[in-house]
């Protein structure tokens, strides 16, 4: 007896949307809190896919203000970067991408499930 498992795959379109709303639409479809069959300690079969990610609606106050921290864990190596320099560096998807892993619960799934993510600009 095999069971076939199908792999859902969602598309949401950022153009002209507020960071926040893609990443809370799309976090939530990665938990699996949109679906009946919700269980915590699984994770669930889904791919999410975010298209137009440069075309989101940014307010220049929130590209100048808000921050994002990486820590190597040697003293010292704790950097901070604004929105906007990291856009710059690395790409909008990045900056989605690093919001949509704050608001996955801080477990041993969070990798998977944002492996599950694809952003493209």
């Keep these: 007896m095999t069971t076939a498992t199908t792999k859902k795959e969602y598309t949401i379109d950022a153009s002209g949307k ?3 709303k893609v ?3 799309a976090a939530s479809m990665l938990i699996g809190k949109d679906t009946t069959e919700f269980v915590k300690h699984i994770p669930r079969e889904v791919t999410v896919k975010i298209v137009n990610a440069r075309l989101m609606d940014i307010s220049e106050k929130k590209r100048m203000q808000e921050e994002y921290q990486t820590y190597s864990g040697y003293p010292g190596g ?7 320099a990291l856009a710059k560096r690395r ?10 892993s704050g608001m996955l619960p801080k477990n041993k799934l969070r990798t998977i499930r944002i492996k599950n993510l694809i952003i493209t600009e």
Excluded: D, H, P
């Design 78 to 84: 704790q950097t901070r970067e604004k929105l906007g």
């Design 18 to 20: 507020r960071m926040g």
């Design 23 to 25: 990443a809370t639409e």
């Design 91 to 100: 790409g909008y998807g990045e900056v989605l991408k690093r919001t949509i």
